[in-house]
């Protein structure tokens, strides 16, 4: 078996922690192979070429089995550019409607919240990743003037609103979780979008008679992150409260250098990647922390339905973690590199 593996380098420190991630995939590929697919996306193509993504490079995309991103963005092209037309395009244009960022703290690491024990902080959010606010429906009025009216609006389709919260459940149900389902939103001020939510909650909560339900505003899970984060297994939400509240999940389990994701199509081309940004400052010097992108290489293993490989990636990071002194880039006792041995190392036992 031949994967293609599509790899999106990417901006600042992406290059870097991807090849600590592909170093990883070489030393846990057995009894399948992985054919690399360069992409040059991102910020340098853009100032050299004008070109973010060309639909050639899309078509390429779509041909692959999986995707691996680093990060894209960067101080000399004007925010929104690359992130609305690359990163946002793929997402949309492969219809990979799941964010999966699961919320896991990993043996041995510190967090800035001294109350949590290592075991309290398991969870997964599901965002929705194809609509809400991150849909681009909007526009200006006037703009310019004193009168300008900037308009944003929430996209919220039936369609979409179910295939995420049915994904949800079936993930709660399934035995690697508690078989709970939090939703997160907010209901009492977005009552159109929060409504239609809620109902379709409580009537697929009628097919999963074995999953518990419960509703949290999103302001109070907020909170409960780090008040009670044991309260949460499985969280659903939307896509920009989905956007925030797995920042605050990233700093739970040891921060950015730790969080990583999944852009899933369940019948398409899924695309993993370290949930921090490129990390301008750390740039080439060896500090930045690359777990969270082989954690985006374990996700990738996995939907790609290699188990066997993704357990050894695991494991790896968690024997990494408990030899670590810190999460956080440039404080980790590790180079960048050295810390991509950790994982090889802990993988191959
Ligand atoms: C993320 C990022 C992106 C998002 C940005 C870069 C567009 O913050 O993956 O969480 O908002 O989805
Ligand atoms: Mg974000």
Redesign the pocket.
Known sequence: MTYRVGVIRGDGTGPEVVAEALKVLDAVRDGFDAELVDFELGADRYLRTGEVLPDEDLVRLAGCDAILLGAV?DPRVKPGIL?RDL??RIRFELDQWVNLRPVIRYPGVQTLVPSHAEDDVNLVVVRENSEGLYSGAGGFHRKGTAHEVAVQESINTRHGVERIVRYSFELAASPERRGKLTLVHKTNVLTYAGDLYQRVVDELAKEHPSVETDYVHVDAACIYFLDQPSRFDVIVTDNMFG?IV?DLGAMIQGGMGIAAGGNINPDGVSMFEP?GGTAPSETGRGTINPLAAIGALQMLLRQLGEREAAERVDRGIRSATSRMKSMRAGEMGFTTSEVGDLVVEGAAT
């Open positions: 963005g992130e990163l946002l956007d797995t949930i």
